[in-house]
């Protein structure tokens, strides 16, 4: 393999969220504790953008920086390459991460008291930016049969006509069920929205990390002439540089899309990241898929492995993202009493008090680990609940 992602690097002590905080925020780990939980992955970043980085840092001087032309450009030859659509460059707006864009958009585009839809179970800033500023959170639950998640289109319909609701935040792959939803699911949803006078946020930050034969649909391809949506890309899981803060907006709507950067309502990106985004869009597709390869064996291997050690779990490998959703409600147990278990056994996964709402004893699990690492893991949550 060209690319060795069963390398294991070591992160210690580089302030690494993923591997320094566990103890912190849940109290039944032990010290040396597997880290499978929040999504950051643990391979080597491609090598191209290491090198653009360096040379960057050659010029010596990291003042405050543009958006550049350049980056631009790499982003929509990125969606076009990879999507079949065609962006103008000049829709393109800076945002330091998805999350910033979140709480950027509940704030400009709904007023206090309004509600905001999403599905659940969902990611949990999608509640924070809507509760924490005032706004009111509207779940639509998804509908799992046999781990298979899908849209109660009867249930957002009904949602989505409330004179209250003004915000859609649209998730795709969805976060944390791995749902790539269909042409006809999106058609539907947008047509929901739009025909309510509903905004739409769309968050897609996982759309390179489908499934081999799988391709995601950018929602506002469907609707090439509709001005009431966001569309929030990155390469930031797609090729693991999420600590460089930088997502792309594409704003379609003139006016919304000048006030948004005359106004720097999500800052400025940092002096390294158009070098890393342009060298990941235009250097490291290789890399990408090579990484996507990897992760659909280690979902085989997750899967074969549940399927021998925890027959009473709910698990069907998730058509994007590399996070696993997995429903333990089989055994029995209260959802305090698996993070317990499952803890003190040294893994740190996230529960479904993580997601919002509708995810009762369900665990995600990062799978962008060394396979020696995850397996490890997963051998750890399998002795922790096979005795039942």
Same mark, same amino acid.
């Given at each position: 393999m060209k690319y060795d992602f069963d390398e294991i690097i070591d992160r210690s002590g580089t302030s690494s969220i993923k591997l320094e905080t566990g103890e912190k925020i849940n109290p039944y780990l032990p010290e040396d504790h597997i880290p499978l939980w929040v999504a950051d992955m643990d391979f080597a970043c491609a090598p191209p953008i290491l090198n653009a980085m360096r040379k960057r840092l050659d010029r010596r001087i990291l003042g405050y920086t543009n958006l550049s032309d350049d980056c631009r450009r790499s982003a929509c030859r990125w969606m076009e390459r990879r999507y079949c659509w065609r962006i103008d460059e000049e829709q393109v707006v800076f945002s330091a991460g998805i999350v910033a864009s979140i709480f950027a958009a509940v704030e400009r585009l709904t007023s206090p008291g309004d509600e905001v839809c999403f599905l659940t179970p969902a990611y949990r800033p999608f509640d924070n930016a809507t509760r924490w500023q005032g706004r009111a959170p509207l779940y639509s639950r998804m509908v799992e049969r046999d781990g298979v998640w899908s849209i109660d289109f009867d249930d957002l319909s009904k949602k989505l006509a409330r004179k209250? #609701? =003004?915000?859609? +935040? %649209?998730c795709d792959p969805q976060n944390p069920t791995g749902r790539v939803f269909t042409e006809p699911e999106l058609l539907t949803l947008g047509r929901l929205c739009f025909d309510n006078n509903?905004?739409?946020?769309? !968050?897609?930050? %996982?759309? !390179?990390? =489908? /499934?081999?034969? +799988? /391709?995601h649909i950018p929602l506002s391809k469907l609707f090439p002439n509709e001005k009431r949506i966001i569309t929030c890309t990155s390469p930031s899981k797609s090729f693991n540089i999420a600590g460089n803060n930088h997502a792309n907006l594409f704003i379609p709507d003139e006016d919304l899309r000048r006030r948004w950067t005359k106004n720097y309502y999500n800052g400025h990106p940092s002096a390294l990241s158009n070098e890393a985004v #342009?060298?990941?869009?235009?250097?490291?597709? !290789?890399?990408?898929e090579a990484l996507r390869v990897y992760l659909d064996e280690s979902f085989a291997m997750m899967k074969q492995l549940l399927t021998e050690r925890l027959p009473e779990a709910k698990f069907v490998i998730p058509e994007g993202t590399y996070l696993a959703w997995v429903d333990l409600g089989g055994y029995g147990l209260s959802e305090q009493e698996l993070k317990r278990r499952i803890s003190e056994a040294g893994v740190f996964v996230q529960f479904g008090e993580d997601f919002v709402d509708n995810a009762d004893c369900h665990m995600r699990v990062n799978l962008a680990s060394p396979r020696s690492i995850l397996r490890e893991g997963l051998e750890r949550i399998c002795r922790a609940l096979e005795d039942l």
């Open positions: 209250s #609701c =003004t915000l859609f +935040l %649209h509903v905004f739409v946020l769309s !968050d897609e930050i %996982h759309a !390179d990390l =489908t /499934r081999a034969g +799988l /391709r #342009c060298a990941a869009y235009d250097e490291s597709e !290789d890399w990408l």
